[in-house]
């Protein structure tokens, strides 16, 4: 149980452009969702919470207009890149709670590189 | 606020040997701590937490953890390391139940 996805795997565009990153929970309702940003050998930096039927509660720093989050259903958030840039490439890695479980764990989605060209 | 310190960037170990990864946490209140494992270009993996009760917490692929609220530490441990155990670790505490805090990872290298 507990299995996270996200699609896609990879993905290479055009500088310019916008890319959508899907997240769903396979096998669990997940009100709340998180979507993470990790630079090579670096640890985890958190961009925004998403909780479905709201907006999502961004970081400081991570621009709202540039990285659009939706969180439509209680399996599925999605996280938009608009007009891509070189300094967008990065690991996007998104996790979610499970909301049958009383503690805070969070499962994690295997990631998606983006590389932007 | 939270923090979670991971003092070795890197730890290497013998295959067969016991291997110990460190963090220590700065929280207020009562902690919930986890341990993730990360395989290159792969997610992270949850491998077990500790919400309350025994301070001994068993997890995955024969992981363990000891709490130690008067040292503020959480190590990761096994008693035999496989080759396979290599990869990014990361500590983790609970930011109020809001979101993660996480170290900054320890790159395990079991050596054959």
């Known amino acids: 149980g507990a299995v996270v996805s996200q699609h896609p795997s990879r993905v290479i565009c055009k500088s310019g452009t916008s890319v959508k990153i899907e997240c769903r929970s396979l096998d669990f309702q997940a009100t709340t969702m998180f979507w993470y940003r990790q630079f090579p050998k670096k640890s985890l930096m958190l961009m925004a919470t998403s909780n479905e039927g709201s907006k999502a509660t961004y970081e400081q720093g991570v621009e709202k207009d540039k990285f659009l989050i939706n969180h439509a259903s209680l399996t599925l958030s999605t996280l938009t890149v608009t007009s891509a840039h070189p300094e967008d490439s990065s690991f996007y890695i998104c996790?979610?709670?499970?909301?049958?479980?009383?503690?805070?764990?969070?499962?994690f989605g295997p990631g998606t590189r983006l590389t932007v060209l | 606020a939270q923090s979670v310190a991971q003092p070795e960037d890197q730890v290497n170990v013998a295959e067969g040997n016991p291997l110990t990864v460190k963090c220590t946490y700065s929280v207020s209140g009562n902690p919930y701590l986890f341990w993730y494992v990360q395989y290159p270009n792969r997610g992270l993996q949850f491998l077990l937490k500790y919400i309350t009760g025994d301070n001994l917490v068993k997890g995955s692929y024969g992981f363990e953890a000891e709490f130690n609220k008067s040292q503020t530490s959480f190590h990761l441990k096994k008693p035999s390391a496989l080759v396979s155990d290599s990869a990014l670790y990361f500590c983790?505490?609970?930011?109020?139940?809001?979101?993660?805090?996480f170290g900054p990872g320890t790159r395990l290298s079991v050596l054959p």
């Open positions: 996790s979610a709670r499970n909301d049958r479980e009383s503690t805070d764990t969070q499962y």
């Open positions: 983790a505490v609970d930011n109020y139940g809001q979101n993660f805090v």
